[in-house]
């Protein structure tokens, strides 16, 4: 099954545990919080649950017209961690994940090993391109990304629940009647990463979630990614906010059409290296 496949496969699953009860049940505190630790003895913590895939990029290239956008990509995405890709404006970063997405042809090899049934993928794109003018509320535009029952019709009681829980797990709760078109672009940004949320993702690919979001936002997005660390779910993160990638990754990508590093944040994120990668025009790569 491609990616593309097992994306609207599952975009067509039904909701599962309501998002809420499976954080609050994989959170590090409850995992830590057996007898034994209870009753004050020195037991390593549990190890979270890995349920996201392992991904592997083989060589992937990809050229539009005569322009080569990616130039023999290969790297791996560990089984839950959280992986940054970092790089310049036109590296190809979004241009990599639609590959992965099955949104834009390549050459080379991309898998995805699943640790068990294949799981589902979470999206968050980068922008979203509508009508500003359309009368589409949050709650339309939840239901269009979410549930099968066309929006016209309203939430959908199976999908109702999960929706009213992401929207509040990013703060919109009390946003739901607002039409799209009158968001702030924080506010949409928080919304983008609601639907990413339904059905409960393994896999999450998030392309630059944080821009546009304030302080409040960014802790939102945070707190989210504790979640989905706790939770062993695998994510792919696209993002600018180096001191954030810094702080939050496990892992990093430097990629300027082809791979320029590929490694832990403090062995990646250095000044060499990021000089390296922003100063080198992909086109003089040839
Ligand atoms: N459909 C397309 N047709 C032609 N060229 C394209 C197409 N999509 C992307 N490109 C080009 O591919 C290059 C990589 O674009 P991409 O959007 O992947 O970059 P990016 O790393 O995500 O940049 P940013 O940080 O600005 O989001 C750019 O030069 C872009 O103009
Ligand atoms: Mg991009």
Same mark, same amino acid.
């Given at each position: 099954?491609?990616?593309k496949e097992t994306l609207l496969a599952n975009t067509q699953s039904p909701v599962?545990?309501?998002?809420? !009860?499976?954080?609050?049940?994989?959170? =590090?505190?409850? @995992?830590?919080?057996?007898? #034994?630790?209870? *009753?004050?003895?020195?037991? &390593?913590?549990?190890?979270?649950?890995?349920?996201?895939?392992?991904?592997?990029?083989?060589?992937?290239?990809?050229?539009?017209?005569?322009?080569?956008?990616?130039?023999?990509?290969?790297?791996?995405?560990?089984?839950?961690?959280?992986?940054?890709?970092?790089?310049?404006?036109?590296?190809?970063?979004?241009?990599?994940?639609?590959?992965?997405?099955?949104?834009?042809?390549?050459?080379?090899?991309?898998?995805?090993?699943?640790?068990?049934?294949?799981?589902t993928i979470g999206y968050?794109?980068?922008?979203?391109?509508?009508?500003?003018?359309?009368?589409?509320?949050?709650?339309?535009?939840? !239901?269009?990304m979410c549930q099968r029952? =066309?929006?016209? @019709?309203?939430?959908?009681? #199976?999908?109702? *629940?999960?929706?009213?829980? &992401?929207?509040?797990?990013?703060?919109?709760?009390?946003?739901?009647?607002?039409?799209?078109?009158?968001?702030?672009?924080?506010?949409?940004?928080?919304?983008?990463?609601?639907q990413g949320?339904i059905p409960?993702p393994?896999?999450?690919?998030?392309?630059?979630?944080?821009?546009?979001?304030?302080?409040?936002?960014?802790?939102?997005?945070?707190?989210?990614?504790?979640?989905?660390?706790?939770?062993?779910?695998?994510?792919?993160?696209?993002?600018?906010?180096?001191?954030?990638?810094?702080?939050?990754?496990?892992?990093?990508?430097?990629?300027?059409?082809?791979?320029?590093?590929?490694?832990?944040?403090?062995?990646?994120?250095?000044?060499?290296?990021? @000089?390296?990668?922003?100063?080198?025009?992909?086109?003089?790569?040839?």
């Amino acid at each position: 099954m491609t990616s593309k496949e097992t994306l609207l496969a599952n975009t067509q699953s039904p909701v599962g545990a309501s998002l809420l !009860a499976k954080t609050t049940n994989q959170s =590090p505190s409850s @995992l830590n919080d057996t007898p #034994h630790s209870r *009753a004050g003895r020195n037991v &390593a913590p549990s190890l979270p649950q890995v349920s996201g895939p392992t991904l592997d990029f083989t060589e992937v290239c990809l050229t539009l017209g005569r322009t080569t956008i990616l130039d023999k990509v290969t790297f791996q995405v560990r089984p839950g961690s959280v992986h940054a890709l970092v790089g310049p404006n036109g590296g190809g970063k979004s241009s990599l994940i639609k590959t992965l997405l099955g949104q834009m042809p390549h050459q080379g090899r991309l898998s995805l090993q699943w640790p068990g049934e294949p799981g589902t993928i979470g999206y968050v794109p980068q922008s979203l391109e509508f009508d500003r003018g359309l009368p589409m509320t949050v709650d339309d535009f939840m !239901a269009a990304m979410c549930q099968r029952r =066309p929006a016209f @019709l309203g939430l959908s009681k #199976h999908y109702a *629940a999960a929706i009213g829980e &992401a929207l509040e797990r990013v703060g919109m709760q009390d946003k739901r009647k607002r039409r799209m078109g009158a968001l702030s672009g924080g506010e949409r940004q928080r919304v983008l990463l609601a639907q990413g949320l339904i059905p409960p993702p393994q896999l999450l690919v998030l392309d630059e979630p944080m821009s546009a979001l304030d302080e409040a936002g960014i802790q939102v997005f945070e707190r989210l990614l504790v979640d989905w660390r706790a939770a062993g779910i695998t994510v792919l993160w696209i993002e600018h906010d180096l001191e954030a990638v810094g702080r939050l990754a496990d892992h990093v990508t430097g990629l300027n059409r082809r791979v320029l590093f590929d490694a832990t944040p403090q062995q990646a994120l250095t000044p060499d290296r990021l @000089l390296t990668l922003f100063s080198t025009h992909p086109r003089s790569l040839a």
